[in-house]
C-alpha cells in the first residue's frame, strides 16, 4: 500500500483554521474584591502570573501549528508547481484577475516587508473573498483580523532562503512559486 503524500494534512488545516490567538482578559472587579476569601495578591499572582503564562504558552503552541502552513509545498513530481484548476483558481481569478497577478503581488509585498515575516493568501469569511497580506515575525494572519483564514503561506525569513540565495531574494520569491502545492492550498 502506498502512502498518499500530505494525507491528513487537509483535515489539520480545517482544525488548525479554527483556532485563534488569544489575549488575557481584564477582571471584571479589582484584585482585592474577593477578600477575604481570595487575597488581592493571590489574585493579582494568577491573573497576571498564572493565567498569562498559559495565554502565552497557548499561543506560542499555536504559532508553531501555523508555521505548518510550510506545508503548502510540493515536490514538482507530487504536484508542486500544477496549475492552479477548481474554485479556488475561480476566487483568484474572480478577486486579482489572474494567478500571475496573485504572484506578482504576493512577491511586491514580500519585498516590501522589512525584516521577518509572512506573506499571505487568506480567506476573508466575512466578506467572503481572497486576500493577500503580511505579518511581522511570527505573527499568524488572524492578527490581521478574526475573519481571515490563511489559504497559503511564504516565509520570507532570512532562514527561509539565505543558505541557497544568499541575499538574492527575488529569486527565492520566484522559484518557491515553483513548488507550490495548490491543492494544499484549496
Not at 481584564?26 to 487575597?39: K, V
Not at 507530487?78 to 496549475?83: I, K, P, Q, Y
Not at 511581522?136 to 539565505?162: M, R, S
Request: charge should be positive; charged fraction near 20%; glycine fraction near 8%.
Amino acid at each position: 500500500m502506498t502512502k498518499k503524500p500530505f494525507a491528513g494534512i487537509s483535515r489539520f488545516r480545517q482544525q488548525l483554521r479554527c483556532l485563534q490567538t488569544f489575549f488575557l482578559p481584564d477582571l471584571t472587579y479589582d484584585y482585592g474584591a474577593l477578600e477575604p476569601a481570595i487575597s488581592g495578591k493571590i489574585m493579582q499572582l494568577h491573573h497576571q502570573k498564572h493565567h498569562q503564562t498559559y495565554i502565552t504558552n497557548y499561543n506560542n503552541a499555536l504559532q508553531q501549528l501555523h508555521d505548518a502552513i510550510n506545508w503548502n509545498l510540493a515536490p514538482t513530481r507530487e504536484g508542486g508547481g500544477e496549475t492552479l484548476k477548481g474554485s479556488l483558481g475561480y476566487a483568484i481569478n474572480t478577486n486579482f484577475g489572474s494567478l500571475e497577478a496573485v504572484i506578482q503581488r504576493m512577491n511586491v509585498e514580500g519585498a516590501a516587508l522589512q525584516g521577518s515575516g509572512w506573506v499571505w493568501l487568506g480567506l476573508d469569511k466575512k466578506l467572503k473573498r481572497l486576500i493577500i497580506k503580511t505579518t511581522a515575525n511570527k505573527d499568524p494572519l488572524v492578527i490581521k483580523g478574526p475573519n481571515l483564514v490563511p489559504l497559503l503561506g511564504i516565509d520570507v525569513w532570512e532562514h527561509a532562503y539565505y543558505l541557497q540565495y544568499k541575499n538574492v531574494k527575488p529569486d527565492y520569491r520566484k522559484n518557491i512559486w515553483k513548488v507550490m502545492n495548490w491543492k494544499y492550498a484549496a
